[in-house]
């Protein structure tokens, strides 16, 4: 099998898996956004998803001959590794919580701040638990300032949520809507939304018409709803992540000695494959019970609807291969530098802000005060980037 050897290997893998990781979220709020039901876009992800994994497994897992010490993965599918396996197939559970919740996270607190918040939190949890599963071998005189900065970030990130939402109100009641407390509009207002009543066709980024007409397009309808129940999908989701490194993690290298004597460790693709088959696993039973119990009131839909569902399929195929391919890059380089130090990769809000951005229209027409939250934000997320990659040690 491939194994990354160098530090300047390992950063390659967490720069591409950054990039990655960073753009199948903005697809998939693409394809919300554009009325596609979010059960229907998960399920042909997680599809791709497994699907890379097995690529993966299949190619670099095979390269080279194999040893007992290092076997390659199909040697490895028949020994006895059950406790590694169901570590990371757990992992691959809490991911798949994870990401199932930060789809519709991304309705209601936005591309960005979503990202921001889920990643601080997993940097937090999930790189503290790293660092000592991998006995110490990243500096924590780096690292843990890197931890720091992420911290900042998480809490500037809900300040650029509260501001952008209190901007939006602002517009939304400049343009003669009566906004409730929370920034919604009243019912008859949402009723002629819904029949496309005094929206323009093509309304610029970051005014109220285009906030409505959005409403009107998009599968989950944030309207009237507190954003409470985004933060708190959030937040949700940022636990799960933190717990899914360090499980896969445990599956690779048995720092708690629950192989029998003699066993190998799981070896990366392996760990990564049955990491994928739980996480494929969850969101197909997740997602079918999803469409005849929608939940925050999305339609009902059923599996005849999802088969003859063509709108934006191959873009949701597209996600699950660039989200499979950045999974994998982040454990082939935490493997080689420590896992800690992998967690870098969570400055994919990064990534994933320039696409909000770009695409989506993100804090245009938002106020001075969000403007240097968001700049704050961002510049905190780049030092700790760079700081963590700093740490990175070499596992023996």
Request: aromatic share 12%; with cysteine; glycine share 10%.
């Amino acid at each position: 099998m491939y194994v990354v050897e160098s530090k300047g290997g390992a950063i390659a893998c967490m720069l591409l898996a950054l990039f990655f990781l960073g753009t199948w979220p903005a697809i998939m709020t693409l394809l919300e956004r554009r009325g596609r039901l979010p059960q229907h876009t998960y399920l042909d992800y997680t599809m791709t998803n497994l699907l890379a994994a097995v690529i993966i497994a299949l190619t670099f897992g095979e390269i080279g001959s194999s040893t007992p010490e290092k076997p390659n993965f199909i040697a490895q599918l028949s020994q006895d590794n059950w406790p590694s396996i169901l570590f990371a197939m757990a992992g691959g559970v809490v991911l798949s919580l994870g990401n199932l919740s930060t789809q519709y996270a991304w309705a209601f607190v936005g591309l960005s701040v979503t990202e921001v918040i889920t990643a601080s939190i997993t940097v937090v949890m999930g790189t503290t638990l790293n660092y000592f599963l991998d006995d110490k071998i990243n500096r924590a005189q780096i690292l843990f300032p890197g931890v720091g900065c992420f911290l900042i970030a998480v809490c500037l990130g809900s300040a650029v949520h509260s501001s952008n939402a209190a901007d939006n109100k602002a517009k939304l009641k400049g343009a003669g809507y009566s906004a409730t407390l929370n920034g919604a509009i009243t019912n008859e207002e949402l009723r002629n939304l819904e029949k496309g009543t005094g929206i323009i066709e093509e309304a610029k980024a970051g005014t109220a018409e285009f906030l409505l007409e959005l409403e009107k397009r998009r599968a989950i309808k944030v309207f009237g709803k507190s954003t409470i129940i985004g933060l708190s999908i959030t937040f949700f989701a940022g636990v799960c992540f933190s717990l899914f490194s360090p499980a896969f993690n445990l599956a690779t290298n048995d720092q708690w000695h629950t192989l029998k004597e003699g066993v190998p460790h799981l070896v990366v693709y392996t760990a990564f494959f049955y990491f994928s088959v739980s996480c494929f696993m969850i969101a197909l039973i997740l997602n079918i019970t999803f469409f005849y119990l929608p939940v925050l009131d999305l339609p009902r839909s059923s599996f005849k609807a999802y088969i003859n569902d063509w709108n934006g399929r191959g873009w949701a195929l597209l996600a699950g291969l660039l989200c499979g391919c950045g999974n994998g890059l982040q454990f082939m380089g935490g493997q080689a530098a420590g896992y800690a130090a992998a967690d870098a990769v969570q400055a994919l809000p990064l990534v994933s802000t320039f696409w909000g951005i770009l695409l989506f229209g993100e804090y245009q027409k938002s106020s001075r005060r969000t403007y240097v939250l968001l700049f704050g934000m961002l510049f905190m997320f780049i030092v700790a980037v760079g700081v963590l990659m700093a740490s990175s040690g070499h596992r023996k």
